[in-house]
Every structure is written in C-alpha cells, then in structure tokens.
C-alpha cells in the first residue's frame, strides 16, 4: 500500500502514443503523479521492469505480442508488489472478469472522465480495488473479491509453451508450420493443442481462437 502523500511512480502501457499523451496531461494535475516510463507493448513493459522501481502500471489490455492479460499474471507473480490499473475500451463483462481474476487492482474504462482516472489511480495506489462507474452497477468490491479468490480464469491455468501455441493458433499457424516455428515434433504440437481444447472447453481451433480473442486472452492484431 502506498501512501497517497508520496510521490506515486507511473508506469504507461499502451500502443497508442495519443492516449499515453493524453493520460499525462491528465496527470499533470496531481504532483504527486509521476510518469517514469512508456511501453508500446508487453515486451517493453516488461524489460523496462527489470531497471526500474515502478508502483504502478497503466495497463491497456489490447496490445501487439505479449498482450496486456497476459502481462498481469507475470507482472503480479515477479513483482507482486506493483499495482495495477486497467484502462480499456472493453466493457465485456468477461474482460473485467479475466482481468481481475489475473491479478489486476482496478477497471477503468477510456470512455471515463479525466477526475475518474485520477480517483481510480488514488484508489489502486492506496491498495484498494477499483470499477469504472460504467461497470460499478455490476460488480460490488464483494463480488471481485470472491472472483479473484475463488475463481481461476482457464488462461491462468495455461503453461507458457501453451500460451505460446494459443498465440500462434490465434495468428493461423497449422501444426506442422508450428513445428517448424518452435523446433517440436507436430506430435508434441498437437498433443498441446488438444490440451488447450480442453483447457477452454472449446470443440475445435476455430472456436478455440473466437473464444480466446473474444475474452480477451490473445490478441489478434
């Protein structure tokens, strides 16, 4: 928990350039707010963590590569002391479920009012949950903590070379291209391709890949 008195070191992640600029004009407001760096994707994010003492992340959850669902479960496992805010256009009640179920600290929608992003970053800061209004009716703070505690998101249950070879299946890649790609046998391949069915309750890759981009998971870009 931060004290909301001391200065608060702000991570942005987001591939859009126009809305990390937007996001630190907001902030210009508060001095206590203090941006020490931008990602334009997960890899950045991740690789800026490993030289930098950051308190909290701005997170979008559609960026290009490691996407930013993906991002929450390894920030929180290495660095759980980081806390983390969403901000997204989403409002797919899945994507707040998936979200919060990672790991994350709060919801905010980009559709919110400047005075909302800074309450919801006072709030995460200081070690409490936050919900964008536009989400609020739905969801009490009870509701999210008996999600994130008791119910286990299927990504999260994925190894890393299975969420690899989602991501791959997600951007077309057969079996055997898969293979090649990851120097594994087309066997082994599809052995984790099956499991991933399994896994996400799906009948085939199709569904599989709508399911996956759909919640939010991998993204397709």
Not at 11 to 16: K, P, Q, R, T, V
Not at 81 to 103: P, R, V
Not at 147 to 171: A, D, G, H
């Amino acid at each position: 928990m931060m004290p909301m008195n001391e200065c608060v070191r702000i991570l942005l992640a987001d591939d859009h350039v126009l809305i990390r600029h937007g996001i630190k004009n907001i902030m210009k407001k508060d001095l206590r707010l203090h941006v020490i760096g931008e990602a334009n994707n997960g890899k950045e994010l991740l690789s800026f963590l490993e030289s930098a003492e950051v308190d909290l992340i701005i997170l979008d959850i559609s960026m290009p590569g490691i996407g930013g669902m993906e991002v929450i479960g390894v920030v929180k496992n290495k660095y759980p002391w980081i806390k983390i805010l969403i901000l997204t256009m989403h409002k797919n009640k899945q994507y707040f479920y998936n979200a919060m179920s990672a790991g994350a600290d709060g919801y905010l929608m980009k559709d919110d009012s400047d005075e909302e992003l800074l309450v919801a970053i006072e709030k995460v800061a200081a070690g409490k949950s936050y919900i964008s209004p536009f989400m609020a009716e739905d969801f009490a703070d009870d509701v999210v903590n008996m999600y994130r505690n008791e119910k286990k998101s299927p990504f999260q249950e994925l190894t890393r070379r299975e969420k690899e070879i989602l991501q791959l299946v997600v951007k077309g890649f057969t079996s055997k291209k898969m293979a090649e790609h990851l120097h594994l046998s087309q066997r082994t391949i599809d052995h984790h391709r099956s499991n991933l069915l399994r896994k996400f309750n799906r009948k085939n890759s199709v569904d599989l890949v709508n399911y996956a981009v759909r919640n939010g998971f991998i993204t397709s870009e």
